[in-house]
Structures are given as structure tokens and as C-alpha cells.
């Protein structure tokens, strides 16, 4: 049984409680290049938020690596050091814990508010600054040459959003809750970039009828005939993606994935081809309702990682742990070592008994 803790870099630095807390685990996956973000941090001595202002690089950014690119990590100006992922993970390899760099690949907000065109669109023109697109060829080989660098020394690697970022984004007061049906959220999760409308264009679909029937569609809450052919565009561009990512990498690879192919985000919908090219899948498996999601991610016949908090509730994990067990999973990853309080902290013990001693 796989048992992962997920934390950030100024976690563990600064606080020597913080090795304590993975008791039971084998291996933690520790930010290596991340989005920007608000972080909590109530364990830790000497602050209680983190506030990560842009998706950065927790490795050195080498400037002999990225001269001369347009798309380039930032270093964090809110951490002490240039190599914080490594100095955090050389204390916990001192406690005995395997290290994975956990690795965002299209999801950074920075990025695209400065390069919009990089950026998916929707079908009315609307961009969504945060989501990198993969059919464009800058945007992979920057996602491959950022996984290399964030992976050095690394033990394993999580690779989070690879694939294609969505209508869905928790940003700054969002106000979009409720506001569409679930088929209007599908169609305006498709990317309606130029380099996808060549994709459709190779298909055999004229884009401009595309982009109508797509916002009919949205209006209506309807179907549209072609709705195999942006999928196949979508995963096309996925594949791609992760081919040239992996080929750079070579350590063992745990891939954020969803069974249902329609899905964008964090954890993008698995292609045919996905399962076959990782050692191991990570599958959101939050709110304890979700062991139908590990049963259809472990037909992909690849070892699958249930991803569980801790943070949204604080009854029924143990029974969930052996739910998602019993479903099929064969780790699990917990979210999250840094972000929990200390009464959320034993749950993780809680489900780590859970699944050890079954029943």
C-alpha cells in the first residue's frame, strides 16, 4: 500500500515538527513548481499563511536552461533560499521518507496573463489566463523542460495538470457558481484556440460552424454532432504533452487523472494511451462518495493512488479509506500535511489504520 503525504516546501523548512507528522507514510510529493496560491500553514512556529503570489519554480531557475525563452519559471521571492524543494527534501530523506517532486504543468496564471495567446478560449473568445494550452508547441516543450528541472534529484514525480485546463478555476471571489448546466460547462471547457481549431480543421470541421454550434450549445444546454472529434482533438494535443514531458523524465511517474475523458483541470480526463505511459495513477477521490471514480480509473490496469483530504470533513475517512481500498486502490495520497490543523491531523492516522487492518 502507497502511502503518500502531499506538503509544501515552507512547510517542512523552518518547522522540526513537521517530519512527525508523516508517521505512517512512505513517501511524501513536495511542491516543486507550483501555481500561485494562499496557503494556510497553522502548525507551523513562525508564520500562519503563505502567500505565494505567482506559480513558481522551488528548484534553481538556471538561467543557462531558460535564456532566451519566452515561456519561463520564476523563482519565489517569499522563499529564504533558491533551492527550498531541495532542502526540504533532504530532510525528510534524512527521516527515511521517500521524495516525489509534485509538478503543476499548465496551470499558471502569470504566464498566462502575460502571453494571452498562449491561453485557452472558449467559444465566445472568453480566455482563461490560468490554463496553458497544449496544442501549442511552446506551451509543451516549456512544460517538459519545466518537469526536468523541478525533477532533479527527485525520487518519483506527480505530475498535476497534464492535459487541459477548464471553465472550473477557484480564483480571486469567484462568482461563476451555478451559473451553467453541466453540458454548458463541457462546452465551454473546450479550447477554441487557433491551434485547436487547426486540430478540428485536420478532423474534417469547418471552425466557424464549430464556434456557432458551441455556443448554441452553451445557450441551450445541448448536444453537438462533432463532440468526438474535440474530445480526439483534446486528447491528441494531451498525448503530446505528456509523451514529450515523460521523455525527459526517469524516475518512476504518478499521474493526476480522471476516468471520465471529458474532464479538465488538475486532474485532466484519461486518454486511451494514458494508463500505459506511467507507473501509477492519482485519481481525485473527494468528497467520500467518489470509489465509482477509483473503480473506473483502475480499469486502466495501472496501480491507482486514491487522492483524499483531510480538510473537508472530519466523519466517516476511515470507512472512506476502506471503500476506495476495497474499489480497487492500491495507495493512498493525502491532502494535506501542511494545509491541516491539528485536530484534522490524526484522520490521516485514522485512515492509515483503516486500510492496515481492514473490517
Given at each position: 500500500?502507497?502511502?503518500?503525504?502531499?506538503?509544501?516546501?515552507?512547510?517542512?523548512?523552518?518547522?522540526?515538527?513537521?517530519?512527525?507528522?508523516?508517521?505512517?507514510?512512505?513517501?511524501?510529493?513536495?511542491?516543486?513548481?507550483?501555481?500561485?496560491?494562499?496557503?494556510?500553514?497553522?502548525?507551523?512556529?513562525?508564520?500562519?499563511?503563505?502567500?505565494?503570489?505567482?506559480?513558481?519554480?522551488?528548484?534553481?531557475?538556471?538561467?543557462?536552461?531558460?535564456?532566451?525563452?519566452?515561456?519561463?519559471?520564476?523563482?519565489?521571492?517569499?522563499?529564504?533560499?533558491?533551492?527550498?524543494?531541495?532542502?526540504?527534501?533532504?530532510?525528510?530523506?534524512?527521516?527515511?521518507?521517500?521524495?516525489?517532486?509534485?509538478?503543476?504543468?499548465?496551470?499558471?496564471?502569470?504566464?498566462?496573463?502575460?502571453?494571452?495567446?498562449?491561453?485557452?478560449?472558449?467559444?465566445?473568445?472568453?480566455?482563461?489566463?490560468?490554463?496553458?494550452?497544449?496544442?501549442?508547441?511552446?506551451?509543451?516543450?516549456?512544460?517538459?523542460?519545466?518537469?526536468?528541472?523541478?525533477?532533479?534529484?527527485?525520487?518519483?514525480?506527480?505530475?498535476?495538470?497534464?492535459?487541459?485546463?477548464?471553465?472550473?478555476?477557484?480564483?480571486?471571489?469567484?462568482?461563476?457558481?451555478?451559473?451553467?448546466?453541466?453540458?454548458?460547462?463541457?462546452?465551454?471547457?473546450?479550447?477554441?484556440?487557433?491551434?485547436?481549431?487547426?486540430?478540428?480543421?485536420?478532423?474534417?470541421?469547418?471552425?466557424?460552424?464549430?464556434?456557432?454550434?458551441?455556443?448554441?450549445?452553451?445557450?441551450?444546454?445541448?448536444?453537438?454532432?462533432?463532440?468526438?472529434?474535440?474530445?480526439?482533438?483534446?486528447?491528441?494535443?494531451?498525448?503530446?504533452?505528456?509523451?514529450?514531458?515523460?521523455?525527459?523524465?526517469?524516475?518512476?511517474?504518478?499521474?493526476?487523472?480522471?476516468?471520465?475523458?471529458?474532464?479538465?483541470?488538475?486532474?485532466?480526463?484519461?486518454?486511451?494511451?494514458?494508463?500505459?505511459?506511467?507507473?501509477?495513477?492519482?485519481?481525485?477521490?473527494?468528497p467520500t462518495n467518489s470509489a465509482p471514480v477509483v473503480e473506473a480509473a483502475v480499469v486502466s490496469g495501472r496501480p491507482v493512488?486514491?487522492?483524499?483530504?483531510?480538510?473537508?470533513?472530519?466523519?466517516?475517512?476511515?470507512?472512506?479509506?476502506?471503500?476506495?481500498?476495497?474499489?480497487?486502490?492500491?495507495?493512498?495520497?493525502?491532502?494535506?500535511?501542511?494545509?491541516?490543523?491539528?485536530?484534522?491531523?490524526?484522520?490521516?492516522?485514522?485512515?492509515?489504520?483503516?486500510?492496515?487492518?481492514?473490517?
Amino acid at each position: 500500500m502507497r502511502l503518500t503525504g502531499h506538503a509544501y516546501p515552507w512547510d517542512v523548512l523552518g518547522d522540526p515538527g513537521f517530519v512527525a507528522r508523516t508517521t505512517g507514510l512512505t513517501t511524501v510529493a513536495l511542491a516543486s513548481a507550483y501555481h500561485s496560491v494562499r496557503a494556510a500553514t497553522p502548525l507551523h512556529p513562525s508564520h500562519q499563511l503563505v502567500e505565494a503570489r505567482y506559480a513558481a519554480l522551488y528548484r534553481p531557475v538556471r538561467e543557462s536552461v531558460w535564456r532566451g525563452r519566452r515561456l519561463r519559471p520564476l523563482r519565489p521571492a517569499w522563499m529564504s533560499t533558491s533551492d527550498s524543494w531541495g532542502e526540504a527534501a533532504a530532510v525528510l530523506r534524512a527521516a527515511g521518507l521517500r521524495v516525489s517532486a509534485w509538478v503543476v504543468l499548465t496551470h499558471n496564471s502569470r504566464l498566462g496573463n502575460e502571453f494571452p495567446d498562449v491561453a485557452v478560449v472558449n467559444c465566445f473568445g472568453d480566455r482563461y489566463p490560468y490554463a496553458l494550452c497544449p496544442s501549442r508547441p511552446e506551451v509543451r516543450e516549456y512544460a517538459a523542460t519545466l518537469a526536468l528541472e523541478a525533477a532533479a534529484d527527485a525520487d518519483e514525480v506527480s505530475l498535476e495538470a497534464c492535459g487541459q485546463l477548464g471553465l472550473t478555476h477557484q480564483s480571486h471571489h469567484e462568482k461563476t457558481d451555478g451559473a451553467w448546466t453541466v453540458p454548458a460547462q463541457r462546452w465551454l471547457s473546450v479550447c477554441c484556440c487557433d491551434a485547436c481549431q487547426r486540430g478540428w480543421s485536420s478532423r474534417g470541421l469547418d471552425p466557424t460552424w464549430v464556434l456557432s454550434t458551441l455556443r448554441e450549445a452553451v445557450r441551450t444546454s445541448g448536444d453537438v454532432p462533432f463532440a468526438a472529434d474535440l474530445l480526439a482533438v483534446r486528447h491528441a494535443a494531451t498525448d503530446l504533452l505528456r509523451a514529450e514531458v515523460l521523455a525527459n523524465l526517469s524516475v518512476p511517474v504518478t499521474l493526476h487523472a480522471h476516468p471520465d475523458p471529458w474532464v479538465t483541470g488538475a486532474s485532466p480526463g484519461l486518454t486511451p494511451t494514458a494508463g500505459a505511459d506511467v507507473a501509477a495513477l492519482i485519481v481525485p477521490a473527494w468528497p467520500t462518495n467518489s470509489a465509482p471514480v477509483v473503480e473506473a480509473a483502475v480499469v486502466s490496469g495501472r496501480p491507482v493512488d486514491a487522492y483524499v483530504t483531510v480538510l473537508a470533513t472530519d466523519e466517516g475517512l476511515p470507512d472512506h479509506a476502506r471503500r476506495v481500498v476495497s474499489a480497487g486502490a492500491t495507495g493512498l495520497a493525502f491532502y494535506h500535511l501542511g494545509l491541516a490543523p491539528a485536530w484534522r491531523q490524526p484522520l490521516i492516522t485514522e485512515m492509515i489504520r483503516a486500510v492496515a487492518q481492514p473490517g
